[in-house]
């Protein structure tokens, strides 16, 4: 079956009624034929048929033996964090996702869960820094923001040979462009909410695991948490899912344009998007993932944080927003929003300038995005010019 064709298929029709759309059982608990003898349902927080059909839906796509749909993507960070006890360690991406650095040091360093930061753009650094102790590796392929590339399959068998599970953030590339489990990794975390779902109107996350040991302990934490996603948002998520491919296509196509366009502009310093042949690992995105994804950042320059602030305010196509992945283009300053909690130091050690504008591309068509892009750069060149001439002043008075 082709990779479309399994979006769409993937999902049967409702057994019950021959309905083509999952039903939304929206329901807290279900009437049993005697006490514990049910239908395979007693209570939506353990189980529900909406949910379950996300879950089996979130398993088969990523090629696990079983999927978990959480009420947020943190909610599912957390759902796998709960493996974890004190003593263990993880060894992080370096520069990771602000809300994964947020948990990881200000709700589970303090019970005694360590964490080591390391680049992982060369699988060597992995293997140096991993110990007896390291009970995960995470792992982001492309990164937040700065679009790192990382081998999974080499990390994979790095982590293997010390008895620690891979976690890879999926959540740029979606199962669509790149299938992590198929590369060796244990567990897929996604935030469904960016393009799983892709209509910026849910919040949800999700899990998918490789064995059956490892989906019975995310089972129970899962349940004992009750941190799950809600019929509806399930519903919502589902219905995104079956449009993905063709939506990322358009995304992906956009998100090249742009990189083109970017990388010759006078204004512009560094561009970052693994579909580029100057790319550090654009090689191992090339090998490892079906595409290269929607999300390219760039920095100025000159690295002043006025200058970002001003641009991501005056776009007109490009809405300044947190989140991504959805229909329409998305800009914002990784810096001051989705990574606002990471201390300054290890942002600028991870690539994360002060003047990153981090663009999400949706599926507009990418000359209006260009146009939107070149007037914006000439307003920055406008206030340049007019600093320039106020500085020039003050000096001569």
């Not at 409702?14 to 395979?40: C, M």
């Not at 390391?118 to 990164?143: F, G, Q």
């Not at 068509?365 to 106020?390: G, V």
């Amino acid at each position: 079956m082709q990779e479309l064709t399994q979006f769409i298929h993937t999902l049967k029709e409702d057994p019950l009624t021959g309905a083509i759309s999952t039903p939304i059982y929206q329901t807290s608990t279900f009437v049993q034929d005697a006490p514990g003898v049910n239908k395979g349902f007693d209570y939506s927080r353990s189980n529900n048929p909406t949910r379950r059909q996300l879950e089996n839906l979130l398993a088969e796509l990523e090629g696990g033996v079983a999927g978990f749909a959480y009420s947020s993507g943190l909610a599912a960070i957390d759902g796998i964090l709960k493996l974890l006890q004190t003593g263990d360690e993880i060894l992080a991406v370096e520069d990771i996702y602000g809300g994964s650095f947020r948990m990881f040091e200000k709700v589970y360093r303090k019970f005694g869960i360590t964490v080591k930061y390391v680049d992982m753009c060369d699988a060597e650094n992995v293997l140096y820094h991993i110990s007896d102790k390291t009970r995960l590796v995470w792992l982001e392929t492309p990164t937040n923001p700065t679009l790192k590339i990382a081998d999974i399959r080499k990390i994979a068998t790095i982590s293997h040979q010390y008895d620690a599970l891979l976690v890879v953030d999926n959540t740029f590339c979606s199962p669509y462009l790149q299938k992590p489990i198929q590369l060796g990794a244990d567990i897929v975390v996604h935030s469904a909410t960016k393009y799983l779902a892709g209509h910026s109107d849910v919040i949800a996350g999700a899990v998918v695991v490789n064995h059956e040991e490892l989906a019975k302990e995310i089972k129970f934490h899962q349940n004992a948490s009750g941190a799950i996603l809600g019929p509806f948002d399930s519903w919502l998520t589902i219905r995104g899912i079956q449009t993905l491919p063709l939506r990322i296509r358009q995304q992906s196509d956009n998100a090249l344009k742009i990189a083109r366009f970017l990388v010759n502009h006078e204004l512009v310093d560094k561009v970052y998007y693994p579909g580029l042949e100057q790319h550090q690992n654009h090689h191992i995105a090339k090998e490892q993932q079906n595409g290269f994804g929607a999300m390219v950042s760039f920095s100025f320059k000159e690295d002043t944080i006025e200058h970002a602030k001003q641009f991501v305010s005056s776009t007109r196509y490009f809405k300044l927003a947190e989140s991504l992945g959805g229909l329409k283009s998305l800009i914002c300053h990784p810096a001051t929003m989705t990574h606002k909690s990471t201390p300054k130091e290890i942002k600028h050690k991870a690539g994360i300038q002060d003047s990153l504008v981090r663009l999400s591309l949706g599926i507009e068509d990418a000359t209006d995005l260009i146009q939107d892009l070149e007037q914006t750069f000439e307003l920055i060149k406008a206030q340049r010019l007019t600093d320039t001439t106020r500085e020039t002043a003050a000096t001569l008075s």
